[in-house]
DNA sequence: GACCAGGCACATC
DNA sequence: GATGTGCATGGT
């Protein structure tokens, strides 16, 4: 084994440790995966619950329904997601490409291969990289690793990764030194938020963040 | 009241 | 290609 590869199964085994198994992706279907999936961008988890509460309250959580609402009526109930009136658009272009292409069928959409997958939904307006990907590996189930801003933030601190690097060199760092095993980055992605939320939330902190206990 | 949160698109240089 | 800005609510 490299040493990265030394250096990611230890940050994972002590993450792990620390933080026990996540149970992510935290919804019952596919489809709230999706919709979670967009109103949780730059948003606290907590305020994505309020959001999906309300849609769930009037049973409207599915493609179809959320589909033949009107846009001021699902803008109103997502609304404490923040950035209401964007999700409001970036939900309902997933719902046209949905529909247009796979028939309103998420079933249909995630049989195509990966990459072809990853394709229409980066094509999708308001659906980049850390969507694509969540959406790929809590939905679809398929074996992509989602980078985020703690990803970035921790790895760096930590000198495994440039702080300058981009999205896809980060993902291809942990694609190319770790198995491609869905349940592993399943959790390994549910660890790296988590230990993030618990401590990473400035750049000062870094000379004091607890993490360093856990790879050093 | 400031600062932050599981991003993304778009404008401008 | 890099950098800056708007989008918005709710918790600390």
Known sequence: MSSSQ???FDIYNKLYKRFGSQNWWPADTDFEVVIGAILTQNTAW?????????????????????RALKLVRLA??????????IKTKRIRAFLDCL???????LKKMFKSDLSRL???????NGIGPETADSIILYAANRPVFVVDAYT???????????PEATYDQIQRFFMDNLPLDRGLFNEYHALIVELGKNICKTKPRCDICPIACFVK
């Open 152 to 162: 970035r933030r921790i790895f760096s601190r930590h000198d495994i990764i440039k």
């Open 6 to 8: 030394i250096k990611l």
């Open 99 to 105: 529909f247009s292409d796979y028939n309103g069928s």
């Open 46 to 66: 907590s305020n994505v619950e309020k959001a999906i509460a309300n849609l769930k309250k009037k049973r409207l959580l599915s493609a179809k329904k959320l």
């Open 76 to 85: 109103e109930l997502i609304r404490p997601s923040g950035y209401y009136n």
């Open 118 to 124: 990853r394709q229409a939904l980066l094509g999708i």
